[in-house]
């Protein structure tokens, strides 16, 4: 058990719809980054968040949104659901505003049908 | 920019053999290096990193050499093992940037 827990570990839906991924930090932690792993694309950094901010955005589609709340847990929201969407969503945290030794869930697989 | 390009696999060895896996990386400023592993179902760990030039990360006997002057983070692994079997990813944290850059990833399988 790495300490990030993400929920649930797999999801189904169909196109169109909207899903919403959780994610808790290990202790301690004040940073959360979610990656997105697809066969053809690999890993793919979407998006960061320190301490409630975001810090950092990267190949993350206008359909996806995510925040951080108080208690550090994070949600990413994926709306208008395409086949292509069909990834391995994954969480990872860190203590420092910088990527340096993240921590990684195990992961969401997300099939959109 | 930065980038991490990494060994095509699958690589599949036996048992014992010896393992090498490269990976090379185009980055602005003074990047730091890491390996990542992901078995089977699981999320990524951390395997190993080096932050500065000519630093040698270790663990569970795999090795990888921060080598400025060829931009190359190799992993190299003495007497592979069933169990190591899994894929590497090399990945690099750019001075200033907030995230990792990955490679593709190699998967490993060692047959008894």
């Known amino acids: 058990d790495s300490g990030v827990t993400q929920t649930p570990k797999h999801l189904i839906t169909a196109t169109g719809q909207r899903v919403t991924l959780r994610c808790s930090p290990r202790s301690g932690d004040l940073s959360v980054y979610w990656y997105q792993q697809s066969l053809d694309q690999g890993l793919q950094f979407l998006i960061q968040?320190?301490?409630?901010?975001?810090?950092a955005k990267g190949n993350i589609l206008e359909r996806f949104s995510a925040q951080q709340f108080p208690d550090l847990h994070s949600e990413l929201n994926l709306s208008s659901l395409e086949l292509g969407d069909s990834a391995l969503y994954f969480c990872?945290?860190?203590?420092?505003?910088?990527?340096?030794?993240?921590?990684f869930g195990s992961g969401t697989r997300l099939t959109v049908v | 920019g930065n980038s991490v390009t990494q060994m095509e696999g699958p690589v599949t060895l036996s048992e014992e053999a010896f393992l090498t896996i490269n990976c090379t990386y185009t980055?602005?400023?003074?990047?730091?290096l890491f390996w990542y592993v992901q078995y089977p179902g699981e999320g990524l760990q951390l395997l190993l990193k080096?932050?500065?030039?000519?630093d040698k990360g270790s663990n569970k006997g795999f090795e990888a050499t921060y080598r400025k002057e060829t931009t190359s983070f190799h992993l190299e692994k003495g007497s592979v093992q069933v169990s190591d079997s899994a894929v590497y990813f090399c990945?690099?944290?750019?001075?200033?940037?907030?995230?990792?850059?990955f490679g593709t990833g190699t998967r490993l399988t060692v047959i008894p």
């Open positions: 990872a945290s860190s203590v420092e505003d910088r990527a340096y030794g993240y921590t």
């Open positions: 080096a932050t500065k030039a000519d």
């Open positions: 990945a690099l944290s750019a001075t200033g940037a907030n995230n990792l850059f």
């Open positions: 968040y320190y301490n409630g901010e975001e810090r």
């Open positions: 980055a602005t400023g003074y990047p730091s």
